[in-house]
Every structure is written in structure tokens, then in C-alpha cells.
DNA sequence: CTGAAATGTAATCAGCGATTACAAAATGCG
DNA sequence: CGCATTTTGTAATCGCTGATTACATTTCAG
């Protein structure tokens, strides 16, 4: 007698999940459930349980895929910091013909539309308490879009496009003030302002262009 | 037969506790245990046993005084308030006989100086998913700093201080930079920096008075 | 076809925040 | 002082969580 054969889906990704004992693609369905998760009820009511509910599976599953509770987030911060650094490239592919000074700016805009676009990677990957970052790849790939933007702002100075001023901390200044305008932004710093019916995006991105004007030669 | 009568310490802070059924002041001991276990521990293993057992009374007992776990950390994010309110109060009076500019920049000084001399309690307050910023004094508070700082800038501007630009985007430019300076470098961003052997608050210093210097006519 | 590896389930553990009933001490009042 | 009331801490307990283990199912290499 022949036994019903399932219909051996392998590594389909597209149509409903039609509920097999292997999910197919757990470990990157747990990471969307997670984001999906931060949104609805925020971080700190993330569990795991609730997680693998959401996907529809064993609350013991996840651990298959994700050690502890802090790998599970520390990954959705690498999904971000990939976003990121697509961003980045993104924008500095855009201003490849430009200065050096206009594409240190290019990449500080390319951070704020990663930032506002994608609020609840930004908000994982900036709340250090849930995630593993020295443990990670994150502190090494932050460190080298720090180390480009440093190198930005010399070659801004090299090339006699800046007032005056020490270049690396012109560099870290205005790392500083994106990364605090973001997170300010995020956490509700900016209630009505002062001209309302604004986009926060552009909102910010202006004050970013005054900082570079402020230092331009 | 006189019964061995405990000396009745009533409200005495200082000595040894003495291990009496009530502990005098426990509200303030469990903030400072809180404190002390977040230098030690971390901020995520902060646990309200573990303060309690710190302290030496039962797993209960905190909750007589703070009904969450977030009102024992809010509790302590007020207390970050007090003395960042206190940091700012001594540098304005300091500043008192100098023009806006320069006691905006005091201002600035001050929350360096509080943000770096009590790190954790800047790491709490920095922390929103730990604590309850909008149902408490903190958000009030926090405004009102802003104010203060959006008012310096508006009357540097009056006063001919400014070179050009929008004075309350200086001001919010200002605050996101300074936020942004504390809270990488608590996170660590600033590894080697370029300059070895540097007070991290001094260089921070010299990075805002060099905002202020490109913001000054 | 078959054994090994990968992946999910079920059961279970200790620790946590929080609640309740109860005990002890401090406090206010005659 | 004496005594009731309020405050403050204890003990026991609940539901939930992160994590582990033993076991079941599926996949896959040879």
C-alpha cells in the first residue's frame, strides 16, 4: 500500500506554512516575529515564548536556532546593522562624485533614513542591555563606519574643505550628534517642536546640514 | 524581670543596621543597593530579590515601597534627575555673570559632568524600556531643561552672539550632541580615540566647546 | 535503503515579578 | 502608661520566563 506523501516543500518560502513538523525557515521566521513582536508590545515584553507562538512552534524550539534570549536579539541587531550598512553604501554610491565633505554628509543621511526607517532595529542595536555587542561582529563593523567617517573628515581637511578645527573630532562630533538625534528623536525628545507638521526625517537632516555648514569652509 | 529592651533607633542612618524587624530607612537603602548592583551586575541582571538580598530583608519586602520593579528603577532614574538638576544649578550659578553662549555652554559642562560622574544613573535614565519616563516627574523635568536651553541659545541669538543659522536648531543640536557624546561613550565608542592617555571628560569638553566655538560669531 | 545529523516537541527546572495572608513593630491617642 | 491602628517586613504562593534534557520526526549523505 502506497502511505500520502507529503508534498516535500524543502526550503519553500512563499506559500502558507501548511504546518509540517520542519518549519522550513525557522531561524529567519523567529527574526521577523521578533521585530514584528518589539512593535506591537515593545522590547522589554519580548520573550521567547511569545516569540515562538507567534511562528507557531514549541517554546523550546528557538533555542534550536539561537542559544539564549540575547543571541535571538543580538541577531536582529546584525539584520540591522546590515540594513545599515546597505544604507550607507546606497548613499555613498549616490555622492561617489562628490567631496569628501558632501559624502561624510551623504553617510550621516544615509544613518538617518536607516534610523527612521527602520525604528525598532535602531532602537535594538542602540539599547545595549539586551544584546551581546562585544560578543558579536557589531562592534567591529561599527567600528569600521566610524573608522570611514573619520577618514572622511581628513580627506575633508586634506582637501581644504573644512574651517577649522581638529578633523577627528569634527569626525566624532558629528557621529555624536546624529547617533543623539536619532535616539533623541526615537525616544519622543521632540514633542511638537517648534515648527510643527514636520517630518522628523527632514527635521533632523536639517540640523545635520547646519552642523556641516558649521565647519565647511 | 525588665525585658532587654532593642535601643530604639528610630530614624539613625548611620550605624550598623543591627538587624531589627524594621529597618529604619529601606526605601533609600534598596536605591542605593540598586545603584551598587548595576555598577556590579549589570543593568539587565538587576533583579528586586537580589536587591533585597543585598540588603538583607525578604523578596517581598521592596514592594511595601515601589509596586514594580520599574517604579524601584524610576525611582532611581528621579534620583539621577536630583543630581543632574544640582550639576547644572552649581554651573549656572558659576556662570551667572557670563553672557548666554557661555552659560549655555556651562550648562553642557555640567550634564558632562554629572553624565560622567554617576554613569550608572545615566545609564538608567538613558534606558527607557527600564523605566517609566512618561508616568512620572522625568518627562516634566527633562522638559524643562530643554526650555531653559532653547531660551540661552534664543537670547545668544538676540544678543549678537550666534553667526547665523536657526538658534533652536543650535539648541537642539547642542542637547542631541552632548546626549550623543555621554551615552557612546559610556557604550564604549571611544575605544582609543586618537589622542591616547585622555580624560574621556575633558576631550568630550573640548569636542562641545568646539560646537560652540563653530555656532559663536 | 539506512544510519547519522538536523530539527522540532514534551516535560521539566530554577529564578523572576508580583500578590496574599499573616506577624511584628511603630505610632497616635485616651 | 495601655491599647488600637497603621506601617512595615515575612512567608507562602502563583503564573510566567529562560533554559535544559530526553525523545520524536524529518532530512540527507553514502
Known amino acids: 500500500m502506497s502511505r500520502a506523501r507529503i508534498p516535500s516543500a524543502k526550503t519553500s518560502v512563499g506559500g502558507p506554512p501548511g504546518r509540517r513538523y520542519h518549519h522550513g525557515n525557522l531561524r529567519q521566521a523567529l527574526l521577523e516575529a521578533t521585530v514584528r513582536l518589539i512593535e ?3 522590547l522589554d515584553q519580548v520573550s521567547v515564548r511569545a516569540v515562538a507562538k507567534m511562528v507557531g512552534v514549541s517554546p523550546g524550539a528557538p533555542f534550536r536556532h539561537f542559544p539564549t534570549r540575547t543571541a535571538l536579539l543580538t541577531a536582529v541587531a546584525e539584520q540591522a546593522m546590515d540594513r545599515l550598512r546597505d544604507e550607507i553604501d ?13 559624502r561624510y554628509r551623504a553617510l550621516g543621511i544615509g544613518f538617518f533614513t ?28 561599527n567600528d569600521e563606519i566610524r573608522a570611514v567617517m573619520a577618514g572622511m573628515m ?8 573644512l574651517r577649522r578645527g581638529d578633523p577627528v573630532r569634527h569626525a566624532v562630533a558629528g557621529r555624536a550628534l546624529a547617533y543623539g538625534l536619532a535616539r533623541m528623536s526615537i525616544d519622543g525628545q521632540f514633542p511638537s517642536w517648534d515648527v510643527e507638521d514636520l517630518n522628523p526625517l527632514q527635521e533632523v537632516i536639517g540640523i ?10
Open 40 to 42: 506591537i508590545q515593545g
Open 114 to 141: 536607516w534610523a527612521f526607517g527602520n525604528p525598532v532595529h535602531f532602537q535594538v542595536i542602540s539599547t545595549r542591555a539586551v544584546i551581546d555587542f562585544e560578543g558579536s561582529s557589531l562592534r567591529a563593523r
Open 90 to 102: 546606497k548613499a555613498l554610491a549616490a555622492a561617489a562624485d562628490e567631496n569628501a565633505l558632501m
Open 154 to 161: 581628513r580627506d575633508a581637511q586634506a582637501a581644504g574643505l
Open 208 to 217: 545635520f546640514d547646519q552642523f556641516i555648514a558649521s565647519i565647511a569652509a
